[in-house]
């Protein structure tokens, strides 16, 4: 099937005057229905007095009315059609339709019908009544083949008519005999009289015919009687095994409804365990997710816990660094204060530390507290170096810081 086929179907139809608007998508699935439709309306087109039965409710129906479609135009228009594409109602059929259409439509243009002075509503509702003209067409067909016929005979007899002409001429110059007429006469009675006897003899085997056939159908009769004689006793008789037959249908029922209610009870706990597995399925999921949150949440907080510990141990050394210097310059003041203690006569009094000089102004006691804090942070160092270690080096070096003390002393 080509769309330019599908198309030109279509057009055809709706030019032709068919009632129902047929589609191109009618014909990509079989529609047996609408095929039938189409060929009924066609056949009635072509000829309105014709009777096909437009029953396609079976399988029987469908053929028969595709075979009568199909003889009608074979017959009356001379148009093979191919019944298996017809059958098949897709779009191989609308070949065979086509070839139907074709015919009318061709018939309709030669009537001089002016499509371009017509609509396109008017085309659609166009309706060309062939049924009364279908006869006269028959009768002209009819005469145009016997009018080539005994034109081709008359023209054979013209080529004989010379020859003709002398024995016609000589047969009727002749004077008729009696005798002879005689003996025509009585070969024809005797012919005739022998296709009597023929006719005869014929009668007289049909009769015989019908006698064997007679006796032939009472022999059936009796083997049909005797054979009904015999079917009636087997029914009549119980076979031999009937009651064990019984007992185990009987049980054959039971096991096969003790079988269904096992089936049954099957797929019904199979369907339990299939939700108990889901369920636990489920479950499982969801515990997964809740420890995974709960592994993700604690790693954060160790992280956290991390991270605040190393900022706490941070500020703790910090703390125990400055402790730890404090206590260091503590111990070393006590130790110079006890140094300073033995060394000085009469060792129970302070150590005094003063100079000849007045008092000091704010600049130069700002420029000492400089100058004692740049001391201070010395000790600190050389305590932070040897805070460790205790060696008879220190000791001599704390023992011998008092020295300009004397000279001041001296001095005063």
Partial sequence: MSFRDLRNFTEMMRALGYPRLISMENFHTPNFRLVSEVLLWLVKRYEPQTDIPPDVDTEQDRVFFIKAVAQFMATKAHIKLNTKKLYQADGYAVKELLKVTSVLYGAMNTKGVERADVNEEDSSKFKFD??????????????ASEITSKGASLYDLLGKEVELREARTESIARPLEINEAEKMMKIAIDCVLEEVQKTKDMLNNVALDEASLEVKIEKRKLELERSQKRLQTLQSVRPAFMDEYEKIEEQLQKQYSSYLEKFRNLTYMEQLLDDHRRTEQEIFEETANMLHLMQNRLKEEEQHLLKSGNN???DVDIHEDEGSNSEVEDRQIMKQHAAMGTLLPGGAGTWVVGTMQGGDTEEDEESGDSEIDLDEDEEEDDMEDDSMEISPSKSSHRA???????ESDNDF
């Fill in 312 to 314: 706490d141990d941070s």
């Fill in 400 to 406: 011998r810081k008092p020295e300009p003390l004397e």
């Fill in 130 to 143: 062939l049924g009364s003209k279908i006869s006269d067409l028959k009768a002209a067909r009819q005469l």
